[in-house]
């Protein structure tokens, strides 16, 4: 199994009430349910007012890399990390659990 783990920065300026950001949030929140090769999905805001916490993440599971890659290269992903693309960078990391 393969945990993928993404944590976003909104860019500076940019808040959570920002319509693409909403948006953007909204086309995560849908995955779970539009890719059935996603064992667990789970994604939302940062709760702590830490200077070094991200915005948001996405805490998801797969089988192995090759889901893991048909995930990544599946549209409706690319379409969400499309428009975060617009307003936040994030980093990643994927880990054999």
């Not at 944590?7 to 779970?32: C, H, Q, S, Y």
């Not at 007012?49 to 992903?77: F, G, K, M, P």
Request: charged fraction near 25%; glycine fraction near 6%.
């Amino acid at each position: 199994m393969i945990r993928h783990l993404v944590l976003f920065k909104l860019n500076e300026g940019v808040g959570r009430d920002d319509e693409r950001v909403l948006a953007g949030a909204r086309a995560f929140e849908e995955l779970g349910s539009l890719i059935p090769e996603l064992r667990q999905w789970e994604c939302g805001w940062n709760i702590t007012e830490r200077d070094i916490a991200y915005d948001y993440a996405i805490n998801s599971l797969v089988s192995d890399r090759d889901t893991l890659q048909s995930y990544l290269l599946h549209e409706a992903h690319q379409a969400a990390a499309a428009q975060w693309r617009e307003f936040a960078t994030w980093v990643i990391a994927d880990i054999e659990v």
